[in-house]
T-cell receptor
Framework: EAQVTQNPRYLITVTGKKLTVTCSQN?????MSWYRQDPGLGLRQIYY???????DKGDVPEGYKVSRKEKRNFPLILESPSPNQTSLYFCASSFYRASEQYFGPGTRLTVT | SQQGEEDPQALSIQEGENATMNCSYKTSINNLQWYRQNSGRGLVHLILIRSNEREKHSGRLRVTLDTSKKSSSLLITASRAADTASYFCATDENSGNTPLVFGKGTRLSVIA
């Protein structure tokens, strides 16, 4: 089944404790991205990747890192999480930048 | 980056009625997409309309695009309780390799 998977689905952590949210797709998509969704602010892009080893900043990259060492995986790294990073995070993939996006199920992160 | 603006922000209708939501944007686009999000879940792609198309249908969905007014509408006919969700438009700006830009969404409630 074609899908985007994210792990974990729920995470509660403390300020400053490094964490990684994994994202994997099985559709051989070149384009992958990370979004955060906050009430009243809609969906905002954090980082995106057009292909392996090619990543770029989205609208809200501060406090986040990503890597794209393999085509299927695109992990999101929070080196030192802060409470303002409490949010619902989505990974998405597509064949190219502006084609149909396939979204993962989301990761609800709470930073205390 | 500019966002599409959905209107209305929230819409409540009875089952069987039609639901119309609108999206306006500011710059020239290559395509416009509509997505649905059930509460707290990943977005699901509904339909993509290219800038040279004026109308597209998919089942009970009808999308129109008016590039002269920089607006699009999504019509859901004969709505069902299962259509209750948030609906987002996403625009592919005609200005190079910018990522898709999502609006803040219309929250649709269909009352049985």
């Amino acid at each position: 089944e074609a899908q985007v998977t994210q792990n974990p689905r729920y995470l509660i952590t403390v300020t400053g404790k490094k964490l990684t949210v994994t994202c994997s797709q099985n559709m051989n998509h070149e384009y992958m991205s990370w979004y955060r969704q906050d009430p009243g602010l809609g969906l905002r892009q954090i980082y995106y990747s057009m292909n392996v080893e090619v990543t770029d900043k989205g609208d809200v990259p501060e406090g986040y890192k990503v890597s794209r060492k393999e085509k299927r995986n695109f992990p999101l790294i929070l080196e030192s999480p802060s409470p303002n990073q409490t949010s619902l995070y989505f990974c998405a993939s597509s064949f190219y930048r502006a084609s149909e996006q396939y979204f993962g199920p989301g990761t609800r992160l709470t930073v205390t | 980056s500019q966002q599409g603006e959905e209107d209305p922000q929230a819409l409540s209708i009875q089952e069987g009625e039609n639901a119309t939501m609108n999206c306006s944007y500011k710059t020239s686009i290559n395509n416009l997409q509509w997505y649905r999000q059930n509460s707290g879940r990943g977005l699901v792609h509904l339909i993509l309309i290219r800038s040279n198309e004026r109308e597209k249908h998919s089942g009970r969905l009808r999308v129109t695009l008016d590039t002269s007014k920089k607006s699009s509408s999504l019509l859901i006919t004969a709505s069902r309780a299962a259509d209750t969700a948030s609906y987002f438009c996403a625009t592919d700006e005609n200005s190079g390799n910018t990522p898709l830009v999502f609006g803040k969404g219309t929250r649709l409630s269909v009352i049985a």
